[in-house]
């Protein structure tokens, strides 16, 4: 069963007065947006509004998938609460409103959610783009809405570009950790340390924790060397910036109806509180609370605009739903298995994780293509999901795991034993070659960020499921965060996991999901 997020709102320049509403439908996987709705309706209240926004978000839901589950999101605690059987529906006009809703999905398949107004903007936007329209004596048009835009561009036009090849926040990160270590530069180094021949302090210890947990079933990306700027750069948090580009009369209007909708939602579940004075305090203190907001929002978009929160082009992402191959029988064994060993096939728990996996991406329904490393593994794992999906597998070499050379088929503790000085030569550089001459870590990164622009040119705006390995999966989540390459051993990545990476036309990369094994259980 397909699962989606309506998020849904709803505005009156007078309550009543003139009104609009707004609705957003997107995939619960992956967050990408589905379907926008946004209409001037006349005059009318801000309830009504509202109301009529949720028919809109449940109608365009039902449209994509009438089989599909529906969770609703809205920051109008009256319809929330109404909606869930909680409050009684006194309004005339809004009885009949709710009791449409209530019919477009069977009982049972809508959930509801009340949620901050900070966390409704995508809604709100095309509301009050829906009621600008109508000022302007228009309808609302899809083509012309920013609301999306709007949304993802929290940091303003303050924030920096990002350089660099799309989905490669290096250069981003590299900003944002250069600003958090001023003036913190000799703690940091002194921080880092070393033992008495001078290696970093912590590399024994991350010797031994790839040791223990070597291979991830078969690959290497578990074991490596930090010298402490991994913590450097997270001990100081990030605040994430959000300014609002709206007209200040639209968003003092329609704070003004939200203040007003409180004011109804609480005089309706029996609040005693005077209802007029409530909504001036609220409507005073909002502007005032918004105004400050916006100030603080610009200084911090200042100090870490990072390519996640820069403003981001037009138009639906690429985006990437990454699965690790089901178990092999070196897996268990936690063996060196890249793309120069001998290539084994999945086991009957591989086959039984790679169905498991077909199952929920069934449900969900968001999967438009495959693409497969060329590898066995990969091979069956996307061919018993293609038969799911009934969908063709494209397969690309570029997506093949690390060739480890010499180590092939080894425990980490048996290329200890046979190759030690190549191993801490390896743990220590991202540039370092496996005995035998394997792949470097860095040979693979350069691969995968071809083979990964090659991909976002073919698929943009659509979502794409690449079965691929261990190595390539934390690479691209490693570009996409602009993180460093000792990165690569600080991610857990099991057998048949998920994670989830979108990829924007300006070059903004999103990390959505990790390492997800939900399915599994």
Same mark, same amino acid.
């Given at each position: 069963?397909?699962?989606?997020?309506?998020?849904?709102?709803?505005?009156?320049?007078?309550?009543?007065?003139?009104?609009?509403?707004?609705?957003?439908?997107?995939?619960?996987?992956?967050?990408?947006?589905?379907?926008?709705?946004?209409?001037?309706?006349?005059?009318?209240?801000?309830?009504?509004?509202?109301?009529?926004?949720?028919?809109?978000?449940?109608?365009?839901?039902?449209?994509?998938?009438?089989? =599909?589950?529906?969770?609703?999101?809205?920051?109008?605690?009256?319809?929330?609460?109404?909606?869930?059987?909680?409050?009684?529906?006194?309004?005339?006009?809004?009885?009949?409103?709710?009791?449409?809703?209530?019919?477009?999905?069977?009982?049972?398949?809508?959930?509801?959610?009340?949620?901050?107004?900070?966390?409704?903007?995508?809604?709100?936007?095309? =509301?009050?783009?829906?009621?600008?329209?109508?000022?302007?004596?228009?309808?609302?048009?899809?083509?012309?809405?920013?609301?999306?835009?709007?949304?993802?561009?929290?940091?303003?036009?303050?924030?920096?570009?990002?350089?660099?090849?799309?989905?490669?926040?290096?250069?981003? %990160?590299?900003?944002?950790?250069?600003?958090?270590?001023?003036?913190?530069?000799?703690?940091?180094?002194?921080?880092?340390?070393?033992?008495?021949?001078?290696?970093?302090?912590?590399?024994?210890?991350?010797?031994?924790?790839?040791?223990?947990?070597?291979?991830?079933?078969?690959?290497? =990306?578990?074991?490596?060397?930090?010298?402490?700027?991994?913590?450097?750069?997270?001990?100081?948090?990030?605040?994430?910036?959000?300014?609002?580009?709206?007209?200040?009369?639209?968003?003092?209007?329609?704070?003004?109806?939200?203040?007003?909708?409180?004011?109804?939602?609480?005089?309706?579940?029996?609040?005693?509180?005077?209802?007029?004075?409530?909504?001036?305090?609220?409507?005073?203190?909002?502007?005032?609370?918004?105004?400050?907001?916006?100030?603080?929002? %610009?200084?911090?978009?200042?100090?870490?605009?990072?390519?996640?929160?820069?403003?981001?082009?037009?138009?639906?992402? =690429?985006?990437?739903?990454?699965?690790?191959?089901?178990?092999?029988?070196?897996?268990?064994?936690?063996?060196?298995?890249?793309?120069?060993?001998?290539?084994?096939?999945?086991?009957?728990?591989?086959?039984?994780?790679?169905?498991?996996?077909?199952?929920?991406?069934?449900?969900?329904?968001? *999967?438009?293509?495959?693409?497969?490393?060329?590898?066995?593994?990969?091979?069956?794992?996307?061919? *018993? *999901?293609?038969?799911?999906?009934?969908?063709?597998?494209?397969?690309?070499?570029?997506?093949?795991?690390?060739?480890?050379?010499?180590?092939?088929?080894?425990?980490?503790?048996?290329?200890?034993?046979?190759?030690?000085?190549?191993?801490?030569?390896?743990?220590?550089?991202?540039?370092?070659?496996?005995?035998?001459?394997?792949?470097?870590?860095?040979?693979?990164?350069?691969?995968?960020?071809?083979?990964?622009?090659?991909?976002?040119?073919?698929?943009?705006?659509?979502?794409?499921?690449?079965?691929?390995?261990?190595?390539? *999966?934390?690479?691209?989540?490693?570009?996409?965060?602009?993180?460093?390459?000792?990165?690569?051993?600080?991610?857990?990545?099991?057998?048949?996991?998920?994670?989830?990476?979108?990829?924007?036309?300006?070059?903004?990369?999103?990390?959505?999901?990790?390492?997800?094994?939900?399915?599994?259980?």
């Amino acid at each position: 069963m397909r699962e989606f997020i309506v998020e849904a709102d709803g505005g009156s320049r007078g309550n009543p007065g003139p009104a609009g509403y707004g609705a957003v439908v997107s995939d619960a996987a992956t967050g990408e947006t589905l379907r926008e709705a946004a209409e001037y309706i006349g005059v009318a209240t801000n309830n009504v509004a509202e109301y009529r926004g949720l028919l809109a978000g449940l109608r365009a839901a039902h449209e994509l998938d009438p089989g =599909a589950a529906v969770h609703v999101r809205m920051d109008s605690k009256l319809v929330v609460e109404q909606m869930s059987g909680r409050w009684k529906i006194k309004h005339p006009g809004m009885k009949p409103l709710a009791a449409d809703a209530a019919r477009i999905f069977p009982p049972g398949r809508v959930t509801y959610e009340w949620i901050p107004r900070e966390r409704n903007k995508h809604a709100d936007r095309l =509301a009050n783009e829906a009621m600008d329209a109508g000022a302007r004596g228009e309808q609302w048009s899809a083509s012309t809405s920013t609301a999306e835009l709007d949304t993802r561009a929290g940091a303003g036009a303050g924030a920096v570009a990002p350089a660099g090849p799309p989905g490669d926040a290096a250069a981003g %990160a590299a900003r944002v950790r250069e600003a958090l270590a001023t003036g913190r530069g000799a703690s940091a180094a002194s921080a880092a340390g070393t033992d008495a021949v001078g290696r970093p302090a912590r590399a024994d210890a991350d010797a031994r924790a790839a040791e223990a947990v070597a291979g991830q079933g078969g690959t290497p =990306a578990e074991a490596g060397s930090d010298a402490g700027s991994a913590k450097t750069d997270a001990d100081v948090p990030v605040a994430k910036a959000d300014s609002d580009t709206r007209a200040p009369k639209a968003d003092a209007d329609h704070r003004g109806a939200e203040a007003e909708a409180e004011a109804e939602a609480e005089a309706e579940a029996g609040a005693e509180a005077d209802a007029s004075t409530a909504m001036d305090t609220a409507r005073a203190t909002d502007v005032d609370t918004a105004t400050a907001k916006a100030d603080a929002d %610009a200084r911090a978009a200042k100090a870490v605009a990072t390519p996640g929160w820069a403003p981001a082009d037009m138009g639906a992402p =690429a985006t990437f739903v990454l699965l690790r191959h089901g178990e092999t029988p070196l897996t268990p064994q936690k063996r060196f298995s890249g793309s120069g060993g001998t290539d084994p096939s999945l086991s009957d728990i591989g086959r039984d994780q790679a169905e498991r996996a077909a199952a929920l991406l069934a449900r969900r329904g968001t *999967i438009q293509a495959i693409v497969s490393s060329p590898l066995a593994r990969t091979r069956e794992t996307a061919g *018993i *999901i293609a038969a799911r999906l009934g969908l063709d597998v494209s397969v690309d070499d570029g997506l093949r795991e690390t060739d480890f050379g010499a180590w092939e088929g080894l425990t980490f503790a048996e290329v200890r034993e046979r190759h030690p000085d190549d191993l801490n030569a390896w743990l220590a550089s991202p540039d370092a070659e496996p005995t035998g001459g394997g792949e470097s870590f860095a040979a693979t990164a350069t691969r995968i960020a071809a083979t990964r622009d090659k991909l976002i040119a073919a698929y943009t705006g659509r979502t794409v499921l690449l079965v691929t390995h261990v190595t390539p *999966i934390k690479t691209l989540v490693r570009l996409a965060l602009g993180a460093p390459p000792e990165s690569l051993f600080r991610m857990e990545l099991s057998a048949a996991s998920l994670s989830v990476v979108a990829y924007y036309a300006d070059g903004n990369a999103s990390l959505r999901l990790l390492n997800d094994t939900s399915h599994l259980r």
